[in-house]
């Protein structure tokens, strides 16, 4: 699968195999995450997310890691389809319910 | 989750003039919020419209510029005012649930 140690704008991926999106962080006392994709001229779609207080939560063919040594949060899509093609942004919780977004990573799904 | 209608979905106007967007959500909820993601950028927070007092802004975004209105606990508008080039967006609200926060559809902004 592909994988990234840093986080890098785009990342292009076979079909079936596995993707791994990279976030920094910047904030050590956010408690909540969140990961979210969004589609072309669409606003972003939820997918997963994860409190402080884990380091590790799966749901439906995605995995979020969070290690909060170094202030990075990971996001696997197991067996990566055509209709995960997206850009795919984390957020961090501030506080207040306010979010802070990463820079936003583009996956593209090669047939 | 709360299911939030955004609109106008897209609109082109021209500078100097002022477009107000509206975000109907579903249920009531305390918290709504107004996001710009500029082109092929991330997402901004501009303000938290809380119902019965004064938005309050981000550092960069003023009220003159984005005024807004929280009527009530399921509705808001957010008005782009004196509009430039660079005010040419996505313009998104959100609000904030128990798990994850639900975006609108969003409004894409052309000022020309």
């Known amino acids: 699968g592909e994988s990234v140690g840093l986080h890098l704008p785009t990342l292009s991926v076979q079909e079936g195999d596995n993707s791994i999106i990279n976030c920094a962080y910047s904030?050590?006392?956010?408690?909540?995450f969140i990961w979210y994709k969004q589609e072309s001229g669409k606003g972003p779609q939820f997918i997963i997310d994860?409190?402080?207080?884990?380091d590790k939560r799966q749901g439906q063919r995605v995995t979020v890691l969070l290690n909060k040594t170094v202030k990075h949060l990971s996001l696997q899509i197991a067996a990566t389809q055509p209709g995960d093609s997206a850009v795919y942004f984390c957020?961090?919780?501030?506080?207040?319910?306010?979010?802070?977004f990463g820079a936003g990573t583009t996956v593209t799904v090669r047939a | 989750s709360a299911v939030i209608s955004q609109k106008p979905s897209r609109d082109i106007c021209q500078r100097g003039t002022s477009l107000t967007i509206q975000c109907q959500v579903d249920s009531q909820v305390t918290m709504m919020f107004w996001y710009r993601q500029q082109p092929g950028q991330s997402l901004t927070l501009i303000a938290t419209?809380?119902?019965?007092?004064?938005?309050?802004?981000e550092s960069g975004f003023v009220i003159d510029k984005f005024p807004i209105s929280r009527p009530n606990l399921t509705f808001s508008t957010l008005t782009v005012s004196n509009m430039s080039p660079e005010d040419s967006s996505i313009y998104l609200c959100?609000?904030?649930?128990?798990?994850?926060?639900?975006f609108g559809s969003g409004t894409r902004l052309t000022v020309v």
């Open positions: 419209a809380n119902q019965g007092s004064e938005a309050t802004y």
């Open positions: 994860i409190r402080s207080n884990m």
């Open positions: 904030n050590s006392a956010s408690d909540y």
């Open positions: 957020a961090e919780n501030r506080g207040d319910y306010k979010l802070s």
């Open positions: 959100s609000v904030g649930v128990q798990e994850g926060y639900t």
